[in-house]
């Protein structure tokens, strides 16, 4: 079945200055961060840590530790199944830019990131507690995250991400805090330690029916591993530079959302468990509202069946059966 799906691209920057627009997905993280009587503090203080991180990790001619800037936009990805409707905002992403003040050079960076939808918030927080109401044990639905996971496929292969972005994306998220990790001698000089674990989490196996792999690295100064989704070579396909820039953002954003987990007080050993109730950790000085977050995600999700999965479940149905990508 041919794929008549049309995808747009739509970027603002995220500084000091962004307020999220109506449209936005209000669960995205850096969202949650641009509101309230301290949006400006929150969002001047989460830039600074990153430029900070960014330099702390990039310190090769960089005696100062001031040399790079980094800055970011959040790329919004709508879709248009119907020319005669209106476009479904089905993903949002972040791309990271690096602005050397030594050579008066603006470096492209990462795209990705951070990933928000509203297709995985339908699915985790609508269709799986459905699914699960009244079963006695935990299961999934059949061929859950596949549609999702056809769709990012698709946006990947459209001519509007070729036109836009010169390399897959990385996204980097928080280590899942139902699995162990275990240290191995391998360590790569910026991504820093590598961990590995004997079984996936579901987010990690949601991610994989995107086409994308997982490696876990706890990078230098760091006190637990990141999980990092990619397509590819991670260590091979990207600079050290745009390796930095994806670390020194997504590390801030987890030290906010998680600082239990990132801005614990001692570093992860040889057998980790991450853990949301660990109690001896440091909290940054920016305001996240986690529980509204979580909230939010249930009322993004019946809002994408309400608009999306419902209205075109035949279309997408067939589209996503038929599709190879």
């Not at 936005?24 to 503090?41: M, V």
């Not at 001031?66 to 990805?77: F, G, K, P, Q, T």
């Not at 674990?197 to 029916?209: H, I």
């Not at 660990?278 to 993004?300: F, G, K, M, N, P």
Request: aromatic share 12%; glycine share 4%; net charge negative.
């Amino acid at each position: 079945m041919k794929n008549d799906f049309t995808f747009t691209i739509k970027s603002i920057s995220f500084d000091e200055d962004y307020s999220p627009s109506e449209n936005t997905r209000i669960t995205t993280n850096f969202a949650n961060l641009a509101r309230g009587e301290s949006r400006q503090e929150n969002l001047r203080n989460a830039l600074r840590m990153i430029d900070n991180r960014f330099n702390a990790l990039a310190h090769w001619d960089n005696p100062n530790g001031d040399r790079y800037s980094v800055e970011l936009e959040i790329i919004s990805v709508e879709m248009n199944i119907d020319a005669g409707n209106e476009a479904f905002p089905l993903i949002e992403i972040l791309k990271t830019n690096i602005v050397d003040r030594k050579t008066n050079e603006r470096i492209q960076g990462v795209v990705g990131n951070n990933f928000s939808s509203y297709v995985r918030d339908y699915d985790f927080s609508v269709l799986l507690p459905e699914h699960n109401r009244n079963r006695p044990e935990f299961s999934t639905p059949e061929n859950f995250g596949e549609l999702h996971g056809n769709l990012f496929k698709g946006f990947l292969n459209s001519e509007a991400y070729k036109e836009n972005f010169h390399k897959p994306p990385i996204i980097c998220l928080s280590a899942s805090s139902s699995k162990t990790y275990h240290r191995t001698d391998n360590q790569h000089p910026i991504l820093g330690v590598e961990y590995h674990q004997n079984e996936f989490s579901p987010t990690d196996q949601y991610f994989k029916k995107m086409g994308l792999q997982v490696r876990y690295f706890m990078p230098p100064n760091s006190v637990a591993p990141l999980a990092f989704y990619f397509l590819g070579d991670l260590l091979g396909d990207y600079t050290n530079l745009e390796l930095i820039s994806t670390i020194s953002t997504m590390e801030t954003f987890q030290k906010i959302y998680r600082p239990e987990i990132y801005n614990a007080n001692s570093v992860a050993g040889t057998c980790y468990q991450p853990n949301l109730k660990h109690s001896d950790y440091s909290l940054t000085r920016i305001v996240y509202d986690r529980e509204e977050r979580s909230r939010l995600a249930v009322e993004q999700g019946k809002f994408a069946e309400e608009h999306f999965i419902k209205p075109y479940k035949t279309i997408l149905d067939q589209w996503s059966a038929n599709c190879v990508l």
